[in-house]
């Protein structure tokens, strides 16, 4: 007796549009590097950028790149940073695309998106984990119980909004995002100090991480893109863990390096003191720094992409201008600080 044939349903193959929003011309620089490094891996894939205040001289560069589409209008007003999320991703849902892919503009990208996709349905979220610093923790999904959600499950780290994947099954999560981030609630926390902002208002990561948490949206399913796997989350004096960079150099790098906080291609901070020395080193050491290095003849300056101080450029030629291994020092005194102050920070793993 013959074995009965069992159709099982082929996976679709995801090919998401990547959306790029920014309303700050200075981030031109991280935009021309995103777009370059897209087109370097991922030659195919299809990039609708919002950046209305787009100069003559980038439209023209642009021009280079036929897979780019400046979008000629500039989204709702008001256009509140980082706010524009949602509001960006489903202006091309509602255009007909499918499978939307947001990037921030402090991003490069290092290999194919495919890496991400395959064998995931079209129900499945991407999201990308948090930086190793005093936010990454979301224990017993903290950020839904501040916002009154009912709790249907909890994440392992708090989400970090860089990049964040949707298709048009999750119209509704995505709207009820904006809803939120437009909320009186969260614009007047908007308005307070970082640092005196309670944790779920924090911003619209926070949002994100706290809906996904509640019973109304725990259904969905999640693709997670690792720190130091898949992302490089450089935030702060633990971005780039020794972990990290030890993964970093037996796998090789991750699919997205992500400048948080400080932009690469601004004048590095004040150095005051120890702290603000070292603070100005580790920044001068930035992985995406390294990265961007490919991409040079894209910009009009390209000075920022060099070390600026001598420890900066001695560290950086001891490397071998090798990412994991710029800042390794550095980065072994922050992990072994961080060691001593864990069992103080809630609960945070030491990784």
Not at 29 to 44: F, K
Not at 124 to 146: F, K, L, Q
Not at 158 to 164: C, K, P
Not at 290 to 295: C, H
Request: charge should be neutral; charged fraction near 25%; proline fraction near 6%.
């Amino acid at each position: 007796m013959r074995d009965r044939d069992v159709s099982v349903p082929a996976i679709r193959r995801r090919s998401p549009v990547v959306c790029v929003a920014e309303n700050r011309q200075w981030c031109e620089p991280g935009i021309r590097v995103l777009i370059a490094s897209l087109a370097a891996h991922n030659s195919g894939v299809r990039v609708e950028l919002f950046f209305p205040v787009a100069s003559d001289a980038f439209v023209k560069w642009l021009g280079a790149y036929p897979n780019v589409r400046l979008n000629a209008h500039t989204l709702q007003e008001p256009w509140r940073a980082w706010n524009i999320k949602p509001r960006a991703m489903l202006a091309l849902l509602a255009a007909g695309h499918d499978d939307v892919l947001w990037l921030d503009t402090d991003i490069i990208v290092t290999s194919d998106l495919s890496r991400i996709y395959d064998g995931q349905p079209m129900d499945a979220i991407v999201v990308a984990e948090e930086a190793m610093c005093e936010h990454h923790y979301d224990g017993d999904a903290m950020r839904a119980r501040g916002w009154g959600l009912e709790v249907g499950r909890s994440l392992p780290f708090q989400l970090n909004g860089g990049v964040v994947g949707f298709t048009n099954r999750h119209v509704d999560l995505i709207r009820r995002w904006e809803t939120v981030l437009n909320s009186d609630e969260y614009l007047e926390a908007q308005k307070l100090p970082w640092d005196q902002r309670p944790r779920h208002f924090m911003a619209d990561q926070e949002v994100l991480t706290a809906l996904l948490c509640s019973t109304e949206y725990s259904h969905f399913r999640l693709r997670y893109l690792r720190r130091g796997h898949e992302v490089i989350q450089y935030f702060g004096p633990t971005g780039y863990t020794v972990l990290e960079r030890w993964i970093n150099l037996r796998r090789g790098m991750p699919i997205f390096v992500h400048s948080v906080g400080h932009k690469a291609w601004l004048p590095l901070p004040d150095g005051r003191g120890l702290r603000g020395g070292l603070r100005r080193l580790y920044q001068d050491l930035s992985p995406y720094r390294v990265a961007a290095r490919a991409y040079r003849d894209e910009l009009d300056d390209s000075e920022w992409l060099e070390p600026s101080t001598a420890a900066g450029r001695v560290l950086t030629g001891v490397a071998g201008g090798h990412a994991p291994l710029v800042g390794l020092p550095i980065a072994l005194v922050n992990d072994a600080i961080r060691y001593v102050k864990w069992p103080h920070t809630g609960g945070e793993p030491r990784r």
